[in-house]
């Protein structure tokens, strides 16, 4: 089977940033624009999310599992946050001080808060929980964050991985309960 990317193109990728509230949807109606008017800068800024989605994978998969993260990994994602510090201003928010960006914003100002979101995790001391999914048969590999008080979560979602994992033990529980001896 043929591996199937979320984020096919610039596009795609704002979309999504919109989805995690990266951005607002006036953002992405600014960012498509410019996009539409620089489809090669686009797609190169499209480039640089795919090396940082990878670099981020990469480092935390490993941490994931009891390995260091690879230099080159870092490397990426520190060039990324030290780019998106160059455009950051200290602001105050609600809860008091943050970094912010300007509204208008280049093309990269999607990549701006992904290279902080991972930075901010990778210092945050939570990295112990930090886990990588082993759900469908091994092949899903979806990191995520064990944010349970216990600190036992196994899968990504209990909706996918974990549901399809359960049913699958209980199956063979029960398969091995009629079996005749």
């Given at each position: 089977?043929?591996?199937?990317?979320?984020?096919?193109?610039?596009?795609?990728?704002?979309?999504?940033?919109?989805?995690?509230?990266?951005?607002?949807?006036?953002?992405?109606?600014?960012?498509?624009?410019?996009?539409?008017?620089?489809?090669?800068?686009?797609?190169?800024?499209?480039?640089?999310?795919?090396r940082?989605?990878?670099?981020?994978?990469?480092?935390?998969?490993?941490?994931?599992?009891?390995?260091?993260?690879?230099?080159?990994?870092?490397?990426?994602?520190?060039?990324?946050?030290?780019?998106?510090?160059?455009?950051?201003?200290?602001?105050?928010?609600?809860?008091?001080?943050?970094?912010?960006?300007?509204?208008?914003?280049?093309?990269?100002?999607?990549?701006?808060?992904?290279?902080?979101?991972?930075?901010?995790?990778?210092?945050?001391?939570?990295?112990?929980?930090?886990?990588?999914?082993?759900?469908?048969?091994?092949?899903?590999?979806?990191?995520?964050?064990?944010?349970?008080?216990?600190?036992?979560?196994?899968?990504?979602?209990?909706?996918?991985?974990?549901?399809?994992e359960?049913?699958?033990?209980?199956?063979?529980?029960?398969?091995?309960?009629h079996?005749?001896?």
């Open positions: 089977m043929e591996p199937h990317d979320d984020l096919p193109d610039y596009q795609e990728l704002v979309t999504w940033a919109v989805h995690r509230g990266l951005l607002t949807p006036l953002q992405q109606r600014r960012l498509i624009r410019a996009a539409e008017a620089d489809p090669e800068g686009a797609a190169a800024i499209h480039r640089d999310a795919l940082l989605r990878e670099a981020i994978y990469q480092a935390f998969a490993d941490i994931a599992h009891g390995r260091q993260a690879p230099p080159a990994a870092l490397a990426t994602i520190q060039d990324a946050y030290v780019a998106a510090l160059r455009h950051a201003r200290l602001a105050t928010v609600p809860t008091g001080l943050d970094w912010s960006w300007p509204e208008h914003g280049p093309l990269e100002r999607v990549l701006w808060p992904l290279a902080r979101s991972a930075v901010d995790l990778a210092t945050s001391g939570r990295l112990a929980r930090i886990k990588q999914c082993p759900g469908d048969d091994g092949q899903c590999g979806w990191l995520f964050l064990d944010n349970t008080k216990s600190n036992t979560r196994r899968w990504c979602s209990m909706r996918t991985c974990g549901g399809r359960k049913s699958q033990r209980q199956a063979a529980r029960l398969r091995a309960a079996t005749p001896r």
